[in-house]
Structures are given as C-alpha cells and as structure tokens.
C-alpha cells in the first residue's frame, strides 16, 4: 500500500505559479510511476502529467505543455508539478497518484490515489 498526500494547492491570480508537492510513503514507494491529474466541477478526472519512476521520462497533456513541469526527488519520496502560467479553466481539484505498471496517461492504470487539492485561478 503507497499513500500519497498532496500540499501546495491555493487561490492564485491568472499568471501566477504554484507549485504542488505529493509525499509518498509505503513500501518501494520510489518504485512507482507518478501521475498528476484533475477535476473540475462536473468533469472527468483528466491527465495533467507523469513521470517514470526514474524520472527519466516525462509525459504531459497538450494544454499544459510548455506550462507545467512535473519532477520527482526519489530520496525524499516526493513529486511535484510546477504550474506558471495558470489559467482560470486549470482550477480544479489536483490529484496525485502511483502506477506500478501501465500506461501513465490513463487514470484507470493507477494503482494508488491521493485525497486531492484544489487549485483555484482566478480571471
């Protein structure tokens, strides 16, 4: 069992940063590959970004490219997903989660979910 929890969500003016943090604790929690998503009111949980267990690759969805990076520190468990550029339409609810094996753009290949933070932009 891997838990997640995610800080570092806010309110945030339209061409603001945040930058959002997931601790991972469990066994071989470093093991994982990593994925940020989000949902907005009434939405689907999108894709927003991974990245492999090594951090040697990195996959992000079009309308975040270019905006947000996503990174990973192994020896402290943590990943995170620098946002700049923000947008009103990214508040949503941000989540994180680990995918031992599997596609890291599908969210039904996830094995373990964080609670969620939220991330509010405002016009």
């Known amino acids: 069992q891997v838990q997640l929890v995610e800080s570092g969500g806010g309110l945030v003016q339209a061409g603001g940063s945040l930058r959002l943090s997931c601790a991972a604790s469990?066994?071989?929690?470093?093991?994982?590959?990593m994925g940020w998503f989000f949902q907005a009111p009434g939405k689907e949980r999108e894709f927003v970004a991974a990245i492999s267990w090594s951090g040697g690759n990195t996959y992000y969805a079009d309308s975040v490219k270019g905006r947000f990076t996503i990174s990973r520190d192994n020896a402290k468990n943590t990943v995170y997903l620098q946002m700049n550029s923000l947008k009103p339409e990214d508040t949503a609810v941000y989540y994180c989660?680990?995918?031992?094996?599997?596609?890291?753009?599908?969210?039904?290949?996830?094995?373990?979910w964080g609670q969620g933070i939220q991330v509010t932009v405002s016009s």
């Open positions: 989660a680990a995918v031992l094996a599997g596609k890291p753009r599908a969210k039904d290949e996830y094995d373990f």
């Open positions: 469990g066994p071989s929690a470093s093991s994982y590959a």
